[in-house]
């Protein structure tokens, strides 16, 4: 909800508009939507971890993508093979977290189709997640944020 948001407060700034009550409200809108997302963030946050497959939970998040972007020509990879990998994480927070470098991926492609891989690590007391695209990359401008 956050990225969205902030899209918008930023296209709201630059509208050329007249009617600057107009803007002021829409930005307020803007500004109490996000402190209600960043309300309840805090709270799915402090949930406690729990014993999670993300390899289970990874291809989940993978159908779901498949679904919600059907009118994408979209390859998806899961290079970490079938083997289950338990961690104790928090489950919402590791699907939110995926599900938006996935979108990231998605927008980086120039026409409607692209190809996603995703790889997970296990290590002993850790796990890293990788993703790689084929998509046109982060400007230079913006790497930076």
Do not use: W
């Amino acid at each position: 909800i956050q990225s969205p948001l902030t899209s918008l407060k930023v296209a709201v700034s630059h509208l050329q508009t007249q009617d600057a009550r107009t803007k002021q409200i829409i930005m307020d809108a803007i500004e109490r939507i996000q402190f209600i997302s960043m309300e309840l963030s805090q709270i799915k946050c402090s949930q406690a971890p729990k014993q999670v497959d993300l390899t289970d939970l990874t291809k989940l998040m993978i159908q779901q993508k498949t679904l919600e972007y059907s009118h994408h020509n979209i390859q998806y990879v899961l290079k970490s093979g079938e083997e289950p990998i338990m961690k104790n994480i928090n489950k919402d927070v590791f699907s939110r977290m995926l599900s938006n470098l996935i979108n990231n991926s998605i927008e980086s492609f120039e026409s409607n189709e692209g190809t996603i891989e995703i790889d997970i690590k296990d290590f002993k007391n850790y796990f890293v997640v990788s993703i790689k695209d084929n998509g046109k990359g982060i400007p230079a401008d913006v790497q930076s944020h």
